[in-house]
């Protein structure tokens, strides 16, 4: 797992949403949203820079910090 796919699950979880709720939110399937959570593995995908920006702010947080780039949310 990459830094991206362990905070995004985290975060995901610290706010209280499933997969399946959080891709609801974002409009995609759950399959591409369980995707974004095991990129570095077999199965996983990357997101856009536009999803990545739509995921960020629905968890409330920055893509920054998503990503890797700084540890401040």
């Given amino acids: ?3 991206f796919s362990i905070r ?3 975060e995901r979880k610290a706010k209280g949403y499933s997969q399946r709720s959080i891709a609801r939110e974002l409009q995609i399937s759950h399959n591409t949203y ?3 959570e095991l990129i570095g593995e077999k199965h ?3 997101p856009s820079f536009d999803m990545v920006r739509k995921i960020a702010v ?3 947080i920055t ?10 949310k």
């Fill in 34 to 36: 369980k995707g974004y």
């Fill in 8 to 10: 995004l699950k985290e």
């Fill in 58 to 60: 629905i968890l409330d």
């Fill in 44 to 46: 996983g995908r990357e």
């Fill in 63 to 72: 893509a920054d910090y998503l990503l890797g780039l700084e540890d401040l």
């Fill in 1 to 3: 797992m990459d830094i």
